[in-house]
């Protein structure tokens, strides 16, 4: 009815789910892709930016599952929600994910949104430096969100300069009514 051909579940903190998901999308032959988005912390704000980890294989969704165990385990924040330290994605095999920046609400999106491109940079190269150009994407999105398309635009500058791909998304919570 849709002629979707992959289609990926990205909750929150969590892989709860997949079994679902990946069960109904194998049964109407769509490739399921799995991964979360993570909140990172940082200690100087209350709105954690975010980042969308997608898995490549087994060995990708294997280490997302131990990601997301740990910060159940270790990383509980006031709110109760499972925050990544990002020094965990040094020390953590990530092998087997791709990363996307999450748009305006990842640290780089955030860094271009104030306008202040030396802070973008440096969080980009970071992602670059873990994940490299084939594995980290700019994240895209156009659903009329304030100052979405400043956001773009810079994104796609950015992206531009670094020579790094772009990747549209759309934050869609369902299909039909």
Not at 92 to 105: C, F, K, R, V, Y
Not at 139 to 165: C, D, G, M, S, V
């Amino acid at each position: 009815k849709h002629d979707i051909k992959a289609c990926a579940i990205t909750d929150i903190c969590n892989v709860f789910g997949v079994v679902k998901f990946y069960s109904a999308a194998i049964k109407n032959k769509i490739k399921p892709i799995i991964g979360t988005e993570i909140l990172l912390y940082t200690p100087d704000k209350k709105d954690y930016p975010k980042l969308v980890l997608l898995c490549q294989n087994k060995t990708g969704y294997l280490n997302l599952l131990a990601l997301i165990s740990k910060a159940y385990r270790e990383g509980r924040r006031t709110d109760n929600t499972p925050i990544i330290e990002y020094d965990w994605l040094n020390h953590h095999s990530i092998q087997g994910l791709i990363a996307l920046s999450a748009a305006q609400e990842g640290d780089v999106g955030q860094a271009l949104i104030l306008e202040n491109m030396p802070l973008a940079k440096s969080h980009l190269e970071f992602w670059l430096n873990l994940f490299s150009e084939d594995r980290f994407y700019i994240e895209l999105q156009r659903t009329n969100h304030f100052q979405q398309e400043r956001y773009n635009h810079l994104a796609l500058a950015l992206a531009k300069e670094f020579n790094i791909p772009v990747i549209a998304t759309n934050n869609s919570r369902f299909i039909a009514k």
